[in-house]
């Protein structure tokens, strides 16, 4: 349900002024209690004239508007303004109106504008390896297992560095800016100089480091890797854009010592834990036999499970296993594309959502995917539980939309600061334009952003209230740098993998 432009809040007053003054002007031929009444209307106002902003009075002087467009705020009555108008302040939102209360109310030191396109809060990725673009189209049409032993794993013995790290963060972060990504949780290795190069970028990140058992580039044990967590987190807690988190990489990587520690640190720092879960029935297979559980019953078992727990996939489940993810309530991180190609399985979204579960999109690493658009994310989502399901009404547009943006930040335990378009909150906000040939014509914006639209489509993409991208010109990487020293890394890994 959606309302289209409710009564703008910065023009109330003076419409209150102008009833008040007819009543007053009423009033001199009225009866003795309207003489009453006018004068203690004339005291509200006298008294209430100083907090009342007007055309006349100053406007606010704010850092950027964005303008014209049709905003879909994603609040909680998913409100759509059509035009509609964002004013922003430094990192947050101040205000979400019509253009012409907007304008009356605030004074933009940048204006955008945003005619032609729709503007919508940042799309939230909450599960990618983001150097992994490195890998990708390096190996495809493979089962998770083969894929992960033959290709991936060797791939990264010979070639994961802190360059390689920092060169695939750049070209994973400038497809992001590019495609309306705003925010996005990462897990991976050298995780700082990850966090280092998305905060250059301008993007925001829950960045975990990665725990595994066997020797990896940055840790030949799980305990060097679980200090080397602690490092990161102590370096980065309190930043305004990376939130360090740490990212035991699964159960059957892991054992229950190295489980159970990494569950520790993310309770003494208070920080997110990352980890996959269930992703594929082999895992499933793997842990009933060595521990006789299910995944996510384990997963309980060790004290992994919480609010500030994201499990990326968790596609495995049975009913009772759903009873626990219920009642610890993890945010859920839905990988489609990832589970379709390597055919890991469907996850019972429908199930999750039915229980109210926090169910976020990701685009999983790029290696399995191939690619970092949450807008084809959003449409696989959509359709692979139709199928599934055998039901078209199931995850409509909207409900896949809520997945990319308000239900990713309450996956990520953010949703209090991020995920809509409403004041208060992080300026986090794309203006995707409307006007390629199998965008027309446009009835239902929501629909089009979910069925027709493409990263490519995005126009600017502003994180933290900071334009990232304008016209789809990046202001905070060189394009061209970070492409050419990507494609010079390739050469390595094609040498790495013959
Ligand atoms: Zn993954």
């Known amino acids: 349900m959606r309302a289209q432009g409710r009564s703008p809040v910065a023009s109330r007053p003076s419409t209150w002024l102008g009833t008040t003054l007819s009543v007053v002007e009423g009033s ?16 509200s106002i006298f008294l209430l004239a100083p907090a009342m902003p007007s055309a006349q009075a100053a406007r606010r002087r704010v850092t950027l508007v964005v303008t014209g467009g049709i905003v879909v705020t994603q609040n909680a009555t998913r409100q759509v303004l059509n035009p509609g108008a964002v004013a922003i302040d430094g990192a947050d939102i101040v205000a979400v109106d019509t253009p ?21 809060p940042g799309l939230i990725n909450t599960h990618t390896h983001a150097p992994m673009v490195l890998y990708r189209g390096l190996a495809d049409d493979l089962a998770l297992m083969d894929w992960l032993q033959k290709y991936i794993f060797p791939a990264e013995a010979k070639t994961v560095s802190p360059e390689m790290v920092r060169v695939g963060t750049r070209l994973a972060a400038l497809e992001m800016i590019e495609s309306g990504t705003t925010m996005y949780a990462d897990m991976y290795y050298f995780e700082e100089e990850i966090a280092k190069a998305t905060r250059e970028a ?18 030949k044990t799980p305990a060097e890797a679980l200090a080397r967590t602690e490092v990161f987190i102590k370096a980065f807690k309190g930043d305004p854009l990376i939130i360090p988190s740490v990212a035991p990489h699964a159960l059957y990587t892991n054992d229950r010592e190295t489980l159970t520690a990494a569950a520790a640190l993310a309770r003494q720092y208070d920080v997110p834990l990352l980890t996959h879960l269930a992703e594929t029935k082999d895992e499933v297979d793997i842990i009933r036999k060595d521990r006789q559980n299910t995944p996510t019953g384990y997963l309980e078992s060790l004290g992994l499970l919480g609010p500030k727990t994201l499990v990326a996939h968790a596609v495995w489940v049975s009913d009772d296993d759903i009873e626990i993810l219920k009642r610890r309530l993890p945010g859920i991180a839905h990988n489609p594309e990832s589970n379709m190609k390597l055919a ?22 790029a290696a399995s995917n191939n690619d970092l658009d949450m807008f084809e994310a959003m449409r696989q989502a959509s359709f692979l539980a139709k199928v599934a399901n055998h039901d078209p009404t199931v995850v409509p547009a909207q409900v896949a939309l809520d997945m990319a943006t308000i239900g990713g930040a309450r996956a990520l335990g953010m949703d209090k600061v991020l995920g809509s378009l409403e004041p208060g909150k992080h300026a986090d906000l794309i203006a995707v334009s409307m006007s390629a040939t199998r965008q027309t014509p446009i009835y239902e914006p929501v629909s089009h952003l979910v069925y027709v639209t ?42 790495a993998v013959r």
């Open 100 to 120: 012409q209360a907007i304008l009356a109310g605030y004074d933009a030191a940048e204006t955008i504008d945003a005619r032609g396109q729709v503007v919508l």
């Open 344 to 365: 890991s399985g469907v996850a019972p979204v429908t199930k999750y959502l039915a229980a109210n579960l926090a169910v976020g999109l990701g685009t999983d690493g």
């Open 454 to 495: 493409r990263g490519d489509d995005v126009r600017t993409t502003i994180v933290n209230g900071k334009v990232l991208m304008k016209d789809r010109q990046v202001r905070t990487l060189n394009r061209a740098a970070v492409i050419a020293d990507a494609n010079k890394f390739a050469e390595r890994v094609r040498a």
């Open 28 to 43: 001199q031929v009225a009866s003795p209690k309207s003489y009453v009444v006018a004068a203690v209307l004339l005291v």
């Open 202 to 219: 301008g993007l925001r990140g829950a960045l975990g480091q990665t725990i595994i058992q066997f020797p990896v580039a940055d840790a």
